[in-house]
């Protein structure tokens, strides 16, 4: 698996989780994201309205402390009707419009920078 690209917060939402917020991205190709993200335990603020990068791949960015503010990893445990949705250790990733060929099972990396 492999998407990269930079989105748009059009929204950030409270959970049912103490610390964690949902961040809703859309991207200029059609691709729009939602992250449960810990905001408490990365020291990222993450606003509505900020611009980030995100880059999901297979491979593991051996810079990954350099190149990113936040970088996790997951399990795809879905794909079908235009959705692939990814487990990071209980949070959960929907990427919606994706149409790459990716398998449930695949681990993956996800870095996500905020575009300054």
């Known amino acids: 698996m492999q998407l990269s ?4 917060v059009v929204n950030v939402k409270e959970t049912d989780y103490k610390g964690v917020v949902r961040l809703e ?8 994201l939602a992250l449960e993200y810990p905001k408490n335990a990365v020291g990222v603020d993450i606003k ?4 980030v990068r995100i880059n999901i791949s297979n491979e593991k960015d051996p810079n990954y402390t350099l190149n990113w503010d936040v970088y996790m ?17 209980g949070l959960i990733m929907d990427i919606n419009n994706f149409k790459n060929n990716v398998k449930v ?8 920078r905020v575009i300054k």
């Open 5 to 8: 690209g930079d989105f748009k």
């Open 25 to 32: 991205m859309e991207g200029s190709s059609g691709i729009s």
């Open 48 to 51: 509505q309205g900020d611009n």
């Open 73 to 89: 990893n997951g399990i795809v445990y879905y794909v079908g009707e235009n959705i692939v949705k990814i487990s990071i250790g």
């Open 105 to 112: 099972g695949e681990k993956v990396y996800i870095g996500l």
